[in-house]
């Protein structure tokens, strides 16, 4: 079925839609596990699956550098080339190239950047950047922006938001917002800058919204500013959004931070703290962070979260997950990760059934007063101050 | 069911058979994937069981280190601490005493070493491993037997043999050849050493022959000795077993030895080859072995093996494993380890029916022929001189 997005229920703020692709039907608010080089760090596809998932990011600059577009569109775009069958959403990877390559030139018609990979040299232009970003085939691509980071000089974030908006310009004369390269549909995303200038973000925000894009996206935020900045800052923006089309968080964050979000009208975000911190050994439960390496945890028979349904939690305890940590066994890494997916995905269908029910405020009391209350406990067994 | 083995049928000096525990019913021949801390390396416990495999490894070196065996019991035994729901065998360690640990003193009564994890001193008597072993939990346990290498000193190789016979009655007399401590039945099966001299494999054998083991296994084989001598040794040795008992070769091998092994009767291996190059990105394939990183594969957009059905194989390419292991993605190495345990299991299967149709022979000559076959060729594409 052809992209769409439609709001199903609101309670306090928060909005419960659906999002729907030729690759599926999405419920929202929505947390996208991040597959950067085209795979979600420590699971398989059905792995992810598994947690419940139905969208997954890509990243258009890592899959520009590697393994290429044309491998990528010779294999019938980036679903078949990884394997998913569920709906998938690229950056633009305007944030990568401000971010992680070694910027060379920034000018109206782009960047000039070295890879971070081999310092091999490239240029992405704002036509470019959609036409990768089509023929890498995600059902959701993001517009090319230009990112300067919270705190940036005011004539620097002024810049950022010009370019931003030009460059949107520019990949829509080239592409439009709505394509079809291999058979589905493909839609883009505006993404609004303006670093810590609400006047700034209000004007980002108000040119994309005057492009009618399928959906928009709030950028450059959760990048070492406070809470408080990035939620005045996101909700500053939000409300000059059109109220019929999905609004994308990018880049957060804790599960607190998803609640938070989602308390502004957020619908879709994506971090890769869940999947990196399983990495580290770090999982959520609904009574807070387990940091498993713990010596509390050596003899701790139980699972996770004990209301938990994924792999690790419907198999494995504690004490085994602290003791494959221990023993630098990847199965560690793994299993925490599909918890943390899991976990971030039932938060997130928690939320839609309290939107849904007309008590997101209950629900969001009563989950940050349990799970918070859980990270005190921890931390005082821990002996830590908190 | 109690343990039990029967031999169903021969086909050209190999048997197919039934191993029964009362963690599920196995065909023999068998590979079991080896999960010495308690984990086997990159796949999850639903990952093994989909590859087919219903019996995995321990160790009770590694186990009694870390997690210790403490916590294995409070938890229920190993199949409960980890979450496997199929048939576990553990190797005694006497294998990792001697070859990972700093050993400290070898007596009539058993070794003295520290633990190569923090360097802790330990003894390990023959009573006291089949102890630990019995509380670890596993179908099968190994009796404690005394490794000297090959080559080694005809006088070393004659105290070995004689520890190993010496242990290996001790041993029994602790806690017998079955015993049941969680239940469900555990037995004890004997290994045979002797290092390279054929004789002295023939007296280890007959001397644990005589203790009426339910199983027996060929230790101390595939340490650097040529494959010739391997098969010598192993020959003169299954010779002796009892013909109702199933035999066991330890840490072997390749897909082209299972084979060699098979045809030799023996009915169970294990070995760390499928999942260690896995995670090196080499994998198995029908037409021989697959470098994943090698260039060839770059736009190869071809399963890994098109006649296999592992998850790797079912959704994804060689050119897409390729970027995996490029990128340096754990995903590589996870379906790397999937695909080569699937095709070991694979391998076994295959075996089995052609013993049960009686046309063994006939299956492996067209199997080497086809897997050599592809390996020269990969090797002439790769400019590499055979």
Known sequence: MPFGFSVEAHSQGARAGILTTDHGRIETPVF?????????KGVTARDVWDTGARLILGNAYHLYLRPGVDLIARAGGLHQFVGWDGAMLTDSGGYQVFSLASLMRVGDDGVTFRSHIDGSLHQFTPEAVMEYQARIGADIVMSFDSFGGIPSARRDAERSVDLTTKWAARGLRAVGTRFNRYGYEQVVFGIVQGAEYSDLRTRSATELAAMDFPGYALGGLSVGESKDTTWDLAEATTALLPINRPRYLMGMGTPLDL???????????????????????????????VVLRNAAYANDLVPLDGECGCIACQRHTRAYLRHLFLSNEMLGPMLATSHNLFFYADVMRAARAAIVAGQFDAWRNAFVERFTRGDRESAARAGVET
Request: hydrophobic share 40%.
């Open 32 to 40: 996208m596990p991040v597959g950067t080089q085209g795979a979600v």
């Open 259 to 289: 609640i938070d979000a989602v308390a502004r009208g957020v619908d879709m975000l994506d971090c890769v703290l869940p999947t990196r911190n399983a990495r580290n050994g770090t999982v959520f439960s609904r009574d807070g962070k």
